[in-house]
């Protein structure tokens, strides 16, 4: 067995080794899971989000992606799929997923959302408890997509949901969605956190459109004032005198 320096082996092979040796042991109840790892195959009965058809998934996990407080989020690749009234729209086999459980992996972050869901709104996460809520949200997004066609152009704009399903291991709703290749919208500093012109996002996109245009924007910060004061010809900032 591979030693860490801390002394804690949670290499894979030593994961499913562990698994194995729990399971040899016949106990009558069931191992307590707080989330799966690399090699697991997922087993669901999944509803398909338009149309809500019925199918069965395996599901290989090939990597634990991470989470926050909605849940955990693992990338998954489609092995097996029986679609007995109609092929559901999305899921192909041998296509890479998105899984995500509406369960938090970390204790603190379940703990703590469980916390204020229980004071705001005295009732559990709906979408962890209630197969209909998962549904409404996956339903809701889809409709996200149609606006984001109108709004950019394209659907892909916000990733499709396909299916969502009931983990019994870990007593939690999940849904399959589209893998997004990529990183986090906006994942770097925010360089015009505190631009000239105020503080509504309205004011700050405007301003930082007006100095991508700005002729001297290279020789910012001499610019500064020029740039929030720039705005190109015709464009709608500069009808109101350039503000
Ligand atoms: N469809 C996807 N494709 C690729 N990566 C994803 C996808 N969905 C989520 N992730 C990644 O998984 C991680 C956790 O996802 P997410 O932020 O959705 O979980 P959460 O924090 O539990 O939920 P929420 O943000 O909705 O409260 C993030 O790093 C995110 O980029
Ligand atoms: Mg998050």
Same mark, same amino acid.
């Given at each position: 067995?591979?030693?860490?320096?801390?002394?804690?082996?949670?290499?894979?092979?030593?994961?499913?080794?562990?698994?194995? /040796?729990?399971? @040899?042991? +016949?106990?009558?109840?069931? *191992?307590?899971l #707080? &989330?799966?790892? %690399?090699?697991?195959?997922? $087993?669901?009965?999944?509803?398909?989000?338009?149309?809500?058809?019925?199918?069965?998934?395996?599901?290989?996990?090939?990597?634990?992606?991470?989470?926050?407080?909605?849940?955990?989020?693992?990338?998954?690749?489609?092995?097996?799929?029986?679609?007995?009234?109609g092929?559901?729209?999305?899921?192909?086999?041998?296509?890479?997923?998105?899984?995500?459980?509406?369960?938090?992996?970390?204790s603190?972050?379940?703990?703590?959302?469980?916390?204020?869901?229980?004071?705001?709104?005295?009732?559990?996460?709906?979408?962890?408890?209630?197969? /209909?809520?998962? @549904?409404? +949200?996956?339903?809701?997004? *889809?409709?996200? #997509? &149609?606006?984001? %066609?109108?709004?950019?152009? $394209?659907?892909?704009?916000?990733?499709?949901?396909?299916?969502?399903?009931?983990?019994?291991?870990?007593?939690?709703?999940?849904?399959?969605?589209?893998?997004?290749?990529?990183?986090?919208?906006?994942?770097?500093?925010?360089?015009?956190?505190?631009?000239?012109?105020?503080?509504?996002?309205?004011?700050?996109?405007?301003?930082?459109?007006?100095?991508s245009?700005?002729?001297r924007?290279?020789?910012?910060?001499?610019?500064?004032?020029?740039?929030?004061?720039?705005?190109?010809?015709?464009?709608?900032?500069?009808?109101n005198?350039g503000?």
């Open positions: 067995m591979k030693e860490l320096s801390t002394g804690v082996d949670d290499s894979p092979g030593t994961i499913v080794h562990l698994k194995e /040796a729990f399971r @040899r042991q +016949g106990l009558a109840r069931p *191992m307590r #707080r &989330r799966y790892d %690399a090699g697991d195959v997922l $087993t669901y009965d999944i509803t398909g989000v338009a149309p809500a058809r019925a199918a069965r998934v395996r599901l290989a996990v090939e990597k634990f992606v991470g989470g926050g407080f909605a849940g955990q989020v693992y990338r998954a690749r489609l092995v097996e799929l029986a679609a007995p009234h092929e559901l729209p999305g899921l192909e086999v041998g296509r890479e997923y998105a899984v995500k459980i509406f369960l938090p992996a970390s603190f972050a379940r703990r703590f959302r469980n916390a204020l869901y229980a004071v705001g709104f005295q009732a559990p996460f709906q979408i962890q408890v209630n197969p /209909a809520a998962a @549904r409404a +949200g996956a339903l809701w997004q *889809m409709l996200i #997509r &149609r606006g984001a %066609a109108l709004r950019f152009g $394209t659907e892909g704009a916000v990733k499709a949901i396909y299916a969502t399903f009931v983990d019994r291991q870990l007593g939690s709703c999940g849904e399959i969605s589209e893998w997004i290749v990529g990183r986090l919208w906006r994942f770097e500093v925010n360089d015009r956190l505190w631009p000239a012109g105020g503080g509504s996002w309205a004011a700050r996109e405007t301003t930082s459109a007006r100095r245009t700005c002729p924007r290279n020789s910012w910060p001499a610019s500064w004032p020029c740039c929030t004061r720039w705005a190109p010809r015709n464009s709608p900032a500069s009808t005198g503000r």
